[in-house]
């Protein structure tokens, strides 16, 4: 009479689990037995239809119940077909949100601000320059806001090429700056990178004074 269907546990193990304690009363009368396994049922299918439909004894409840069985390993396997679609690749980290950065907020924030790296690999051109010479190779991509045709007059007479709209100067886009350094990482740009031997090159030699 103590036994009872844990939350987690299927109708299978738990009817089972009763059966094996039966076994060790054997004098137990089968009503006795059938009032002992509804008692102990959580509420379910099978749980219902013992409640619509009381059992005689015992024995109608066997009867009953390898349908409902069938019904449960049915509704498992389905769940775990479910399941098995829905689990990520092995070796893919969970997506973390990135920390938010320290400063005002986003809407409030310039370009510069938004976009940028620690630090920018010298470049022997300016963006703007740049931005001109590789804007129709296969490896640039125009900003997700880039709109074709003319574009809209913004606050000012500031014109960015680079997202084809008015409100700050190509030569000072931080986006546009952004990507030349990703492009340069990405082992793109080589011919604008400014070499250590250039850059010793440019300096003025000293002269010894004596």
Excluded: W
């Amino acid at each position: 009479m103590d036994i009872k269907q844990d939350q987690n546990e299927t109708l299978r193990e738990y009817t089972a689990r009763f059966n094996l304690a039966a076994l060790e009363v054997p004098e137990a009368e089968s009503q006795i037995k059938n009032c002992a396994y509804v008692r102990g049922l959580k509420p379910g299918l099978f749980f219902d239809e013992l409640q619509i439909r009381p059992a005689r004894d015992f024995d109608d409840i066997m009867s009953r119940l390898p349908g409902y069985l069938q019904l449960e390993d049915a509704r498992m396997a389905r769940k775990a077909e479910d399941n098995k679609h829905k689990t990520p690749c092995k070796g893919l980290p969970p997506r973390v949100p990135p920390p938010q950065a320290e400063g005002p907020p986003r809407q409030q924030r310039t370009v510069n601000e938004v976009t940028r790296f620690d630090e920018y690999t010298p470049l022997n051109k300016t963006p703007e320059e740049i931005f001109h010479l590789i804007k129709n190779q296969p490896f640039f991509k125009a900003p997700g806001t880039y709109r074709d045709g003319q574009p809209q007059q913004g606050p000012n007479n500031k014109l960015c090429e680079y997202h084809n709209a008015y409100g700050h100067f190509t030569k000072h886009c931080g986006h546009l700056k952004y990507q030349l350094e990703f492009l340069v990482r990405a082992g793109n740009l080589h011919q604008f990178i400014v070499r250590r031997n250039e850059t010793q090159a440019q300096r003025p030699q000293q002269r010894n004074v004596t």
